[in-house]
Nanobody, 115 residues
């Protein structure tokens, strides 16, 4: 069984920074993409950023220039460095690994941007 465990969420003031981390453990599994999604009450989960096993990145327009996704192949981990945070970035952030017909999700970590 595969487990994805997120860490690094919490409260932060507007303009501040946070780093989210996600580490995979458990059974050996294959994937092509790693990424971060976010969701607020009443809205669909949206892709924030993704990175392929080859290192190609993709970002939502709303976070370009502010968020950076990176991977740690040795630990099967993916990070999301968030800066210049805005109140509208507040959400539950979910880590995901997907590809080869399967998607794995973490349980989510809350990010709250507020003064």
């Amino acid at each position: 069984q595969v487990q994805l465990v997120e860490s690094g969420g919490g409260p932060v003031q507007p303009g501040g920074s946070l780093r989210l981390s996600c580490v995979a453990s458990g059974s050996t599994f294959r994937f092509s993409f790693m990424g971060w999604f976010r969701q607020t009450p009443g809205k669909q989960r949206e892709l924030v950023a993704s990175i392929t096993t080859g290192g190609t990145t993709n970002y939502a327009d709303s976070v370009k220039g502010r968020f950076t996704i990176s991977r740690d192949s040795a630990k099967i981990a993916v990070n999301l460095d968030m800066s210049s945070l805005k109140p509208e970035d507040s959400a539950v952030y979910y880590c995901s690994f997907w590809g080869w017909g399967t998607t794995y999700w973490g349980r989510g970590t809350q990010v709250t941007v507020s003064s």
